[in-house]
């Protein structure tokens, strides 16, 4: 039991550090969050494959 929540507390971990990488790279971090708590390492290696979005004046 101990190692479920071991489990779930690091997939969380990851999830925030997911959403900080991609506000860094000008995407949605709350998006990018929910996403991570669904598919975690992927969205992490998704989130460094892909370039960053480029600012635009409007």
């Known amino acids: 039991m101990h190692a479920s929540s071991e489990f779930f507390v690091g997939w969380g971990t990851l999830s925030l550090i997911n959403a900080g990488l991609a506000q860094s790279k ?12 669904f598919v975690g390492p992927l969205a992490t290696l998704l989130i460094v494959a892909l370039p960053a979005v480029p600012n635009r004046m409007v």
């Open 26 to 37: 000008g995407r949605s971090g709350l998006g990018w969050w929910f996403g991570s708590l």
